[in-house]
């Protein structure tokens, strides 16, 4: 079974505030991506990258950055943490080819008060 | 432009009373197409692909089946476990080296007793 792990469930920061979120797949996937899930917006892509040390940006990049410095492992950092920020993130991986399911992980809800 | 849309937003079933999704999708070169299942606070869990036109795949009481146009899940008796949030996905020829998928909104069901 594919496994995505995530950080933390749950967060709190203040703003202004640098935070890390981490995802880790154990399923050798080349691709990874980063969502926020908003009540009425859906699925919004932040950043994805396809490669080691590779990123695009998706939709919604403003105010975050990522890393992937290793494979199976993909961080978001908010470089300064505002209260818009608050949300469900959610990290996914994916094989490489014509079509391949995204995996998702169980979801970190961050607050920033 | 690429877009999927989902309806209806929520449905409202009684136990046993089965019924359809729709995801309606306008995309250049389709792939495959995705359905997920999301409880409250959890990340997305892979359900379905279907590749073309014609193809179904059946879970239990779900049954997903693919046209040039759209996709439908149907639930055929459901219980209230099946209370969820359904998405469905597409991935494009465009997006194959990335895994870029193009989300719907998702449709809330609940199943009451």
């Known amino acids: 079974d594919v496994k995505v792990t995530q950080s933390s469930r749950y967060l709190v920061k203040r703003t202004g505030e640098k935070v890390f979120l981490e995802c880790v797949q154990d399923?050798?996937?080349?691709?990874m991506f980063w969502y926020r899930q908003d009540p009425g917006l859906g699925l919004r892509l932040i950043y994805f990258?396809?490669?080691?040390?590779?990123?695009e940006k998706g939709d919604i990049p403003e105010g975050y950055s990522v890393s992937r410095e290793k494979k199976e492992r993909f961080s978001l950092i908010l470089e300064s943490a505002s209260t818009n920020q608050t949300s469900m993130y959610l990290c996914?991986?994916?094989?490489?080819?014509?079509?391949?399911?995204?995996?998702f992980g169980p979801g970190t809800r961050l607050t920033v008060t | 432009e690429d877009q999927v849309t989902q309806s209806p937003e929520a449905l409202r079933l009684q136990e046993g009373e089965s019924s359809s999704l729709n995801c309606s999708y306008t995309?250049?070169?389709?792939?495959?197409l995705f359905w997920y299942r999301q409880d409250p606070g959890k990340g997305p869990e892979f359900l379905f692909t279907?590749?073309?036109a014609g193809e179904e795949k059946e879970k239990e009481r779900l049954k997903a089946t693919l046209t040039k146009k759209e996709s439908f899940l149907h639930i055929t008796a459901p219980k209230p476990e099946d209370s969820a949030t359904y998405l469905c996905?597409?991935?494009?020829?465009?997006?194959?080296?990335?895994?870029?998928?193009?989300f719907g909104q998702g449709t809330t069901l609940q199943v009451k007793p």
């Open positions: 279907l590749y073309s």
């Open positions: 399923m050798d996937h080349e691709n």
């Open positions: 990258s396809y490669d080691v040390k590779m990123k």
């Open positions: 995309v250049s070169g389709l792939r495959g």
């Open positions: 996905a597409v991935q494009t020829a465009g997006s194959s080296n990335t895994g870029k998928l193009i």
């Open positions: 996914a991986s994916s094989l490489t080819g014509p079509i391949s399911e995204q995996y």
